[in-house]
């Protein structure tokens, strides 16, 4: 088929392919080399964003242990002078400690021995057991006051730990686990910190505490302001891959191997459960957009608790500049393609098959005369001086 096609058309033919080649390869290598820039750009900012998100996180989930060590020792220093505290002090010294705390929202008193505090006050928190229980809830966070007192009962059902018995020997904070607390004011999610507190004897009598209320933090993390692009995900999780802070309600307090089925997620997991940093670009979330991943890992003071932060984002969010530039080229090489093969065709057209055609045609008559096929005979009019108006 191309053999029978004119000269003329074949080169056109041939300049196109050329051409077509060309372009191809130029913007198979441009797309290549951005694509290839902008996923190691996007890899590196989504590693310095989970770090800078870890620096919050690591403050506020320090805050209430510092509150509670504090806190406590104060008390406890009293009671090992006195061998026993005013109600009023107590009071003042956790309203004080509370109100001044960023992110946490509530703080809790439990007195299995109550007879360390003194103040005609304290009957209103005591217990059908004896046991005296109060919790402090700050209904202003960041804005002085606004701290209320209230008796709960049911103390054991918001704070598991307070029914071990602690030694004074091995003194430290002690930890609750993730879930959905209620001292009265309202269902959340929230953490719970706490130190023991001993009588001057060095029994054990109760604990102080402070609550983290998780959905403070999330306000921050969750903030729309903070994605580099559409679809991004940041999420806090426990050591054993349960979700604290989700943009998805349904997912918390779910572990991530539930809540999201893809094979994926083995490798987050793993780095999650054995305190390590991941970073990937084939994981695939649970709404199913391809994206890529980074895990940090980090724990509390004196390595008390362990944590991480994924922070996840698409790569079609990602390589968006790249597809647009792609069909900026290929807009633009149509373009060119056009223009330059019709400057081409015409060039081709008016040099070379036109007179081509004419000299066929005065050869042909010329072989007629020869062959006495016709009488009459032309000479060849090319005004030209290339090899056409030699010939």
């Known amino acids: 088929m191309f053999k029978s096609l004119n000269i003329g058309t074949k080169l056109v033919l041939c300049t196109a392919i050329s051409i077509i080649i060309g372009l191809a390869v130029m913007i198979f290598f441009i797309s290549f080399q951005v694509s290839s820039n902008m996923e190691n750009q996007a890899e590196e900012a989504l590693k310095i964003a989970s770090k800078r998100y870890v620096n919050y996180m690591e403050a506020a989930l320090n805050e209430p242990i510092m509150l509670s060590s504090t806190t406590d020792s104060a008390i406890q220093d009293v009671i090992n002078d006195d061998g026993q505290i005013n109600l009023n002090i107590v009071e003042n010294l956790i309203k004080d400690t509370l109100d001044g705390s960023i992110h946490t929202t509530y703080a809790f008193l439990y007195l299995k021995d109550p007879l360390v505090i003194i103040g005609n006050d304290k009957e209103k928190y005591i217990n059908e057991d004896g046991s005296l229980s109060m919790v402090f809830h700050d209904t202003t966070p960041g804005i002085s006051g606004g701290i209320k007192i209230t008796h709960l009962k049911n103390i054991f ?135 890529y991943a980074s895990v940090v890992s980090f724990s509390t003071l004196n390595n008390s608790s362990h944590w991480s932060i994924l922070v996840t984002t698409p790569r079609s969010s990602v390589l968006a500049p790249v597809y647009k530039l792609q069909f900026s080229i290929i807009i633009i090489a149509i373009i060119f393609l056009v223009v330059v093969l019709g400057v081409i065709y015409i060039c081709v057209r008016k040099l070379v098959s036109n007179r081509i055609s004419s000299t066929l045609h005065y050869l042909q008559n010329f072989f007629h005369f020869l062959n006495h096929e016709t009488k009459d005979i032309e000479t060849i009019k090319i005004d030209s001086y290339d090899e056409f108006g030699q010939m």
Do not use: C, W
């Open 157 to 291: 059902n918001q704070v598991s730990f307070l029914s071990k018995e602690m030694n004074l020997d091995n003194r430290k904070v002690e930890f609750g686990i993730p879930k959905r607390l209620n001292y009265g004011n309202g269902e959340f999610i929230g953490i719970n910190f706490g130190m023991p507190l001993f009588n001057k004897n060095g029994k054990y009598i109760g604990a102080l505490g402070f609550t983290l209320e998780f959905s403070e933090m999330s306000k921050t993390l969750l903030d729309p302001s903070l994605n580099f692009h559409d679809g991004d995900q940041r999420l806090l999780l426990t050591d054993n891959g349960e979700f604290v802070i989700h943009d998805h309600p349904q997912a918390l307090l779910q572990k991530i191997n539930d809540y999201n089925h893809s094979p994926s997620v083995g490798p987050i997991l793993e780095a999650i459960k054995n305190h390590k940093d991941l970073l990937m670009d084939d994981f695939l979330t649970s709404t199913g957009l391809m994206s």
